[in-house]
Each structure stands twice: as C-alpha cells, then as structure tokens.
C-alpha cells in the first residue's frame, strides 16, 4: 500500500528569471538555484558571454537552465516570457560591467544599465510580479577614508558605470516607496572572484582583463608576460591597493539568502557582500603563488587612474538580514580560479 505521502503529485518547483544568467556572477548563482530546487530561466544578449555556459552549468548542476537568448529591454519579449510560466522572483545580473568603457561610452552604461532596469520593472509590475534581487556594486561609494565601509557611508560613484549603479539604487528606492508589493533587495558587490571549485564555471573576461584576479590567471598561464602592479606607493602596509575579495560561490550563496528573506520582508534594502577583510595585491599575487607553486613575473608601475588606496566592507547587515557570511578565503578564490584557467577555461570568442 503506498502511503498518502508516496501517492502525492510532486509539487512544481518555484520559477525564476536570472538575467545575465550566463554571465560570470549570473552562471554560478543559477548552478546553486537548480541545486536549491528552482527552476531557472535565464534570458542574456550574449554580449559578453557565450551559450556554452548553459551546458557547463547543466554539467555542474546536473539539471539544465532554460536560456532564451535575448535582451532584458525588450519589452515584448519580456512580457511573452513572464505570461509564458509564473515566476516567483527576478535576479536581475544583466548590464556592462566595465569602469573604463564607462568613462568612453557612458550613453551605453546608462541606456544598458538604468533602461534595463526601466524596462525589466514595468513588465515585471505588468506580470504582477514584484521580488527583485539586483546586482550592485561598492563602486557607489565614495572613496572614504573611514572604513569599512557600511551601507549608511557616503555615496559618491567617481564614475559613469558606478552612477548608473547609484541612479538605479534611487530608482528601485522610490519604486519600493510609492508600491508597498515590491520586495527589492540591492547587493553591493565588493570584489568578486574565483570559480565553481569543479573547475567547469568561471569568470571569461573579453580581450585584456581590467580586474586583478583574471589578469593574475593569464600571467600564471603564459598568456600575459607580466603583471603590473598598478602603484606601491598608497598608504597601506605594503603600499599596493587594498580590496575586499569575495569568492563568487559565497557571493551566489548571498543571493539565496537575499531571496529568502525577500519571502517576509518587502520594501527596499541595500546590502553589502563582502567578507569584511582587506588584502593587499601582493597579498593576492602571494596566495596565488602559494597555491600554484611558484613566483610569477611582476613589476610596479604606476598608479592606474581613479584607483582608490583601500576598501572593504561591512558585513553587519548582511549578517544580521540574511543570516549570511562568506567562508572562503584567498587561498580557495586562488586555488578555483587557477583550476578554471587551467583545465577548463575556453576563450570566449
Ligand atoms: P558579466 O558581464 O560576466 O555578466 C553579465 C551578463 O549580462 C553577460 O552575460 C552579458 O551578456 C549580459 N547582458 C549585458 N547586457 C544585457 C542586456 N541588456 N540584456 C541581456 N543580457 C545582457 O558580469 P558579472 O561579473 O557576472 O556581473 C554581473 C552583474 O554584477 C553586473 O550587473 C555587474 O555590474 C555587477 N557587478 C559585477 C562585479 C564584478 O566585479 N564582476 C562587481 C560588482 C557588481
Ligand atoms: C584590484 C586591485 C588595482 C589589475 C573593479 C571595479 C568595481 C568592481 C570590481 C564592478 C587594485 C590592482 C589590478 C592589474 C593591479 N566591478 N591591479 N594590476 O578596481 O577594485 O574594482 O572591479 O562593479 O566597480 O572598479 O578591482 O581587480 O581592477 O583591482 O595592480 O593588472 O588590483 O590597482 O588595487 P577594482 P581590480
């Protein structure tokens, strides 16, 4: 006889709608939704990622997002995938990324970043759907003397990518003010890297990489000759630049949390994911090297312009909302990131 339980239908899964979900950051928390029991759907232009990345995950999760290949202002297409299938909830990841670009495009960053989040939210409201988790960054900061830096610091984004983050944080503010439904939570990322530890899923920067992490991986491979330390002359323990690195798993596990507490709290939320503790380059470049076994080639050069001495964040907050931490430390970002550049990395094309 089977038990009541047995003879059950299996309930369906909760739906959610990843943007960017092939992206860097997008890719790692879609492996843990599946693992958590989502369903996910991913829709992402492909602008700065390629479609393999749906197979990886699938290989890593063992389940397979959907993905539609597309851009989040379309409106149309938004509003066929939200009638489509209900969803529960938007993590929103899709945008450019890039401080430099932004100085050089800025009309770009603001039409991709805020009008994509004009678009997104209008046709979310449409659907009746209103739980958002939205990729922000800790370039909203000012560069503050007091650290670390708690969310209540001045907000200050020295440049067009990190006021497009700002413009939409206001936006997403005012929308949660005047519609009680909305649940909007807005995670300021410090500084994300590393891998998914099976070396299947990691960070594919186009072209040179801007940020420390990747560009240390292509001096490890051979693919770079050199890594410039961009200044020893700040005002820290060893002069070169600090940051708050944080492992893109333990930042994924973040955006779980987020949308946990989203379930009973509505309104707008500024959180902060970090690990609370600053490490210098050559902290990175000595853990790195730790981890791989040997020196990699290195010269200081100067300044690189608008760089700031020192950051990091305070986890207060995301301790006491979420309930949540990072656990990984330099040596696990080092260690998966140089699995990822070094058994599973393609070139993006
Ligand atoms: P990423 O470039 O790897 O991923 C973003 C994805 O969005 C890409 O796959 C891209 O193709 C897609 N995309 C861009 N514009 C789109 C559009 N209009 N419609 C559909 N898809 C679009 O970047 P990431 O590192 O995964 O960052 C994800 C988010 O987190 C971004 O919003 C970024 O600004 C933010 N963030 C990243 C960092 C970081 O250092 N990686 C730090 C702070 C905040
Ligand atoms: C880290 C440290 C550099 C490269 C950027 C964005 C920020 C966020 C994360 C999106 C600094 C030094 C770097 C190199 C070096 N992204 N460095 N040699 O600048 O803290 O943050 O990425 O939101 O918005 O500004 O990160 O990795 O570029 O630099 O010495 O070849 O490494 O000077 O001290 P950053 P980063």
């Not at 003879?7 to 790692?28: D, K, N, Q, W, Y």
């Not at 599946?34 to 393999?52: K, M």
């Not at 140089?338 to 990395?345: A, I, M």
Request: net charge negative; charged share 20%; proline share 6%.
């Amino acid at each position: 006889m089977p038990t009541p339980e047995m003879s059950l239908p299996e309930a369906p899964r909760p739906r959610v709608l990843v943007t960017g979900g092939t992206g860097f950051i997008g890719s790692h928390t879609t492996v843990l939704l599946l693992a958590a029991g989502y369903d996910v759907l991913i829709v992402d232009n492909l602008s700065n990622s390629t479609a393999d990345v749906v197979g990886a995950i699938e290989t890593v999760a063992g389940r397979r997002p959907d993905f539609v290949c597309g851009d989040v202002r379309d409106g149309a297409l938004l509003a066929r995938l939200f009638a489509r299938s209900a969803i529960a909830a938007v993590f929103h990841f899709a945008g450019l990324k890039s401080v430099a670009e932004s100085l050089v495009s800025p009309l770009d960053y603001y039409a991709n970043n805020v009008g994509g989040v004009i678009v997104l939210c209008r046709e979310m409201a449409e659907a009746g759907l209103h739980t958002l988790v939205f990729s922000s960054s800790a370039t909203v900061y000012g560069d503050s003397d007091t650290l670390p830096l708690t969310e209540s610091s001045p907000l200050d984004p020295a440049q067009p990518y990190g006021r497009s983050k700002l413009m939409i944080e206001t936006l997403l503010g005012d929308l949660a003010a005047t519609d009680s439904r909305w649940r909007i939570a807005s995670l300021r990322y410090f500084n994300p890297a590393g891998a998914h530890e099976s070396g299947a899923l990691g960070e594919r920067p186009r072209g040179i990489p801007n940020n420390l992490m990747p560009y240390l991986c292509q001096v490890a491979s051979g693919e770079r000759p050199e890594l410039i330390v961009h200044g020893n002359d700040y005002p820290t323990p060893d002069g070169t630049g600090i940051r708050d690195y944080i492992h893109v798993m333990d930042l994924a596990q973040g955006h779980l949390a987020a949308l946990d507490y989203l379930n009973t709290h509505s309104g707008f939320v500024a959180i902060n994911l970090g690990t609370g503790r600053g490490s210098s380059v050559l902290d990175l470049v000595h853990a790195f090297e730790r981890v791989i076994g040997r020196t990699l080639p290195r010269r200081i050069g100067p300044r690189r312009s608008g760089d700031i001495a020192a950051c990091w964040a305070a986890v207060d907050r995301a301790r006491e909302l979420l309930g949540w931490q990072s656990e990984r430390g330099l040596d696990a970002i080092c260690r998966d990131a140089w699995r990822w550049t070094s058994t599973g990395r393609r070139p993006q094309p």
